[in-house]
């Protein structure tokens, strides 16, 4: 949640016009993003490779592999074209690049990307990645899909232009939520006991007591 939290917020104090709530977007951004950073760092990795030792890591690991490769794909095609001397589709405002194409091509995506080939290998931070960036893509793709009403209250579905891209929306958003949501409870089913208390470190390093 907390690395959901950066990015939105990362998404708000970079790509939204200067407004009075623009320290809030900073002061939330910076207190999530150290947070998430404390949590990750904190986190015993081989711990929690041990906890969901039986979740279905392969079919976990090519979900991310695909989905991130695809949605790069997706970006990317939209970025070349302004290499080439024309216009990106979904430029910002005033012409500026798109803040999710930085915030997905930057950190999710390579995130997402490490986190399946980690779990292919059997590497003790795969389980760790995976596990946080399903989550936060979950909470991604729900807080997607809550756009669609707005949309069809707005009137923007009577749009030819905008109505194909709604479907497509939803159906993308609504299958990568639904097998997000069943990897998570499957491992979350066969998760090993204790309880995740003891995944925790006192400190960032070894030698702090």
């Not at 711990?47 to 030792?53: D, I, M």
């Not at 990645?129 to 756009?147: F, I, W």
């Not at 949309?151 to 639904?178: E, I, N, R, W």
Request: zero cysteines; hydrophobic letters at 60%.
């Amino acid at each position: 949640m907390l690395t959901w939290i950066t990015y939105g917020y990362a998404n708000l104090a970079i790509g939204t016009p200067f407004n009075r709530m623009f320290l809030i977007y900073v002061t939330v951004l910076a207190m999530a993003g150290f947070a998430m950073l404390d949590g990750l760092v904190r986190v015993d990795p081989s711990a929690v490779r041990a906890t969901f030792a039986r979740a279905p890591r392969r079919v976990a690991a090519w979900f991310m592999i695909v989905s991130g490769t695809g949605i790069a794909g997706l970006w990317l095609s939209d970025i070349v074209v302004g290499l080439t001397g024309g216009t990106p589709a979904n430029l910002h405002l005033a012409g500026l690049p798109n803040p999710t194409w930085v915030l997905d091509l930057a950190w999710i995506i390579p995130v997402v990307i490490a986190a399946g080939v980690l779990l292919l290998r059997d590497r003790a931070a795969g389980s760790l990645l995976a596990g946080v960036m399903l989550v936060m893509l979950l909470v991604l793709s729900v807080a997607m899909l809550t756009t669609i009403p707005f949309a069809l209250f707005t009137g923007l579905s009577d749009d030819p232009a905008v109505a194909p891209q709604l479907v497509k929306f939803t159906v993308v958003f609504t299958l990568l939520g639904t097998i997000e949501a069943w990897l998570l409870a499957t491992s979350a089913h066969r998760a090993a006991r204790p309880a995740p208390i003891a995944w925790i470190r006192r400190g960032w390093w070894p030698d702090e007591k």
